[in-house]
């Protein structure tokens, strides 16, 4: 189905965005040490993902104006009937907190009920991912593919552990063993 914008274009703006708030959040973290707060179990905000998710926003509102916001830290929330940008300011907090890596800025843009493109900005890294729709994946500018590597036996793998829902920790485990 085509798109009734330019996807290539409005994902290179997306990743001027997530460079920019990037770099905010890199200087600030070095300047100022974040204030911490409790959402739930092992679940932390700071306010720097608060004011990097008010800065996304306010950016994306201007390059697409009809879309609606899914923003984690809840500074905009709206759905609209055909475009919503998707938001994590800063996917890693318990990392950025403690002024590790990763922590990244991850931002997607959904039409109807496909994701179309999307954008991950891992800031300690300088690490650009980006992708749309038909128009493949990149990190900082260079076009990645998937492995060609058949096996698992011959793969590299990673992973991650649920850190506040221990209730699916058994079927993580499994899936490992």
């Known amino acids: 189905m085509p798109s009734p914008i330019d996807l290539k274009h409005t994902t290179l703006k997306v990743v001027d965005i997530a460079r920019t708030t990037g770099n905010f959040l890199r200087n600030e973290r070095v300047c100022h040490k974040p204030d911490v707060y409790l959402k739930g179990k092992n679940d932390f905000v700071t306010n720097m993902d608060r004011k990097s998710e008010e800065m996304i926003v306010e950016q994306l509102e201007q390059l697409l104006p009809e879309a609606g916001f899914i923003a984690e830290e809840g500074t905009r929330s709206n759905i609209m009937p055909v475009f919503n940008w998707i938001i994590d ?4 907090t318990t990392n950025f907190i403690h002024g590790l890596s990763p ?24 690490e650009m991912f980006h992708g749309w729709r038909d128009g493949g994946a990149y990190l900082n500018g260079n076009r990645i593919e998937v492995s060609s590597t058949s096996l698992v036996a011959n793969s590299l793998i990673a992973t991650g552990f649920p850190y506040n829902n221990f209730g699916r920790l058994d079927g993580y485990l499994k899936s490992m063993r």
């Open 103 to 126: 922590f990244a800025i991850s931002i997607a843009l959904k039409m109807d009920d496909a994701i179309v493109l999307g954008v991950v900005y891992e800031i300690g890294l300088d």
């Open 89 to 92: 300011p800063i996917d890693g």
